[in-house]
């Protein structure tokens, strides 16, 4: 998806219709916190760290879905840039449910998955738990 600097979503693609569960239609224009569920950091903190040109690499974090089920999902928050002005946020979701579920049927002393949110910026992408 992808928001202007206020948090305003103005892009929703297929696959965040499919991971959170809301139409192109009903997203767009929403606040992206009132629609999915606020993060760890304050929206302001996330602009401006895009004013600034730089990427956040959140890790998990859990979102929730249209429906009201929550859904862990890795984020990474990249400043839109066009003609050297910062213009929005590209917000890339990963969905993190598979390894939950993995989590779960390995048994309790499995240890790859957290299921906690946590708040990793500036952890390098690639990297889940």
Excluded at 5 to 32: C, F, M
Excluded at 46 to 65: H, I, K, M, N, T
Excluded at 102 to 120: I, L
Aim: net charge neutral.
């Amino acid at each position: 998806m992808t928001t202007d600097l206020d948090g305003r979503i103005t892009g929703w693609n297929a696959g965040a219709e499919g991971l959170y569960g809301w139409t192109r239609a009903d997203a767009l224009g929403k606040n992206v916190e009132t629609l999915i569920g606020p993060i760890e950091l304050d929206e302001g903190c996330v602009a401006e760290a895009a004013r600034r040109g730089d990427s956040l690499f959140l890790g998990q974090v859990v979102r929730q879905r249209a429906g009201g089920d929550l859904v862990p999902v890795d984020l990474t928050i990249s400043p839109i840039v066009d003609g050297g002005t910062v213009v929005g946020m590209s917000r890339i979701s990963h969905d993190l449910r598979h390894l939950h579920e993995e989590q779960a049927s390995a048994g309790p002393g499995c240890r790859c998955c957290s299921s906690r949110a946590t708040r990793n910026v500036g952890r390098p992408p690639g990297r889940r738990c």
